[in-house]
Nanobody, 127 residues
């Protein structure tokens, strides 16, 4: 099972950009899909973007399509979420997740019992 550590969160002004990182360790991440979620206080986690497969196919929720970009560096075992044109409504805790069940993660936004979560990183968009 992978261990995941997010970083890159912080305070940013509306309209600016931020890039989150998710470093995987503990085992090879070959065969894993990696996804980004966010959680607003008192709400369930919302799937945002996912990357999977040997061609790094990408998936996006409608809420972030066109503003957020997911990518990964296989040499560094690191996935990224580039977030552009941020608004105060993007203020949340952001999590990365990994799972071998790619359809479940990238289409159903579900993390199986064999999947992994990071600890989360806070993103605050405010002037």
């Amino acid at each position: 099972q992978l261990q995941l550590v997010e970083s890159g969160g912080g305070l940013v002004q509306p309209g600016r950009s931020l890039r989150l990182s998710c470093v995987a360790s503990g085992s090879s991440w070959d065969g894993y899909a990696i996804a980004w979620f966010r959680q607003f206080p008192g709400k369930e986690r919302e799937g945002l973007s996912c990357i999977s497969g040997p061609r790094d196919d990408t998936y996006y929720a409608d809420s972030v399509k066109g503003r957020f970009t997911i990518s990964r560096d296989h040499d560094k075992n690191t996935a990224y979420l580039q977030m552009d044109s941020l608004t105060p409504e993007d203020t949340a805790t952001y999590y990365c997740a990994a799972d071998r069940l790619r359809y479940s993660l990238c289409v159903k936004w579900r993390v199986s019992s064999d999947g992994s979560w990071g600890q989360g990183t806070q993103v605050t968009v405010s002037s």
